[in-house]
């Protein structure tokens, strides 16, 4: 298994909706990203975990609330969010933090009305 | 000096082509070079990646050429196809200061139409 896989696909939210992405990956990586993608745009970073506890915060708001539960899962929870947080929000991993290659999953279109 | 300048924005190539992207960058600390190809709605897929003490790696159609002293490297598609046609991301690594963890700063991207 290569791959790593985010659900929703596709999510709309109001300003005042809590909801959570997710992430997931079996390849036994030990770093896990999130990623911010506005359209046209190249991604930005976001969040970097490393063995499940957190070590890199992009200065990113704290209306997105990262999660690492174990080594395969990685969540993205969100709250009052804006509609400029509208965007393609994508996880990556890699073997570990030190491994050169980051591998992307497709993605969650989120529209926030 | 953390920055990665790609070009051209948008490239438009003949079927059976050559496409050649380049990028450039100024942080010497840098130690890593990936390549990513984004299809629309898709997240980045790794396409071919490079380390800075090797000039030239070639995987199929897909080349990349590296230049350390004028800090440069390019991408170049022989036999560009219309199934090629996709946003190009260049990016180049280095380590995150105080996290011990590595971060990618990406080029803006070049849109590669191949056209019939």
């Known amino acids: 298994d290569t791959e790593v896989t985010q659900t929703p696909k596709h999510l709309v939210m109001g300003m005042t909706n809590k909801k959570s992405l997710k992430c997931e990956q079996h390849?036994?990586?030990?770093?896990m990203y999130w990623y911010k993608q506005k359209a046209k745009k190249p991604p930005e970073l976001m969040f970097v975990?490393?063995?499940?506890?957190?070590?890199i915060n992009e200065s990113v708001p704290s209306r997105f609330s990262p999660e690492c539960p174990n080594s395969s899962l990685l969540n993205l929870h969100l709250h009052a969010l804006q509609p400029e947080d509208s965007a393609l929000y994508l996880c990556?991993?890699?073997?570990?933090?030190?491994?050169?290659?980051?591998?992307f999953g497709p993605g969650t279109r989120l529209t926030v009305l | 000096q953390q920055q990665v300048k790609q070009s051209p924005q948008s490239l438009i190539v003949q079927k059976g082509g050559i496409s050649i992207i380049n990028c450039a960058y100024e942080?010497?600390?840098?130690?890593?070079f990936p390549w990513y190809q984004q299809f629309p709605g898709k997240g980045p897929a790794l396409l071919i990646a490079?380390?800075?003490?090797?000039s030239e790696k070639k995987e199929g159609r897909f080349t990349i050429s590296f230049n350390k002293s004028a800090k440069q490297f390019s991408l170049h598609i022989m036999d560009s196809q219309p199934g090629d046609s996709a946003t190009y991301f260049c990016?180049?690594?280095?380590?995150?200061?105080?996290?011990?963890?590595?971060?990618?700063?990406f080029g803006k991207g070049t849109k590669l139409s191949v056209i019939p």
């Open positions: 990556a991993s890699s073997q570990d933090r030190a491994r050169r290659e980051q591998f």
């Open positions: 390849m036994g990586h030990r770093a």
């Open positions: 975990y490393s063995y499940e506890k957190l070590s």
């Open positions: 942080n010497t600390a840098f130690d890593y």
């Open positions: 490079i380390r800075p003490d090797v």
């Open positions: 990016a180049a690594r280095t380590l995150y200061s105080g996290a011990g963890s590595y971060q990618l700063t």
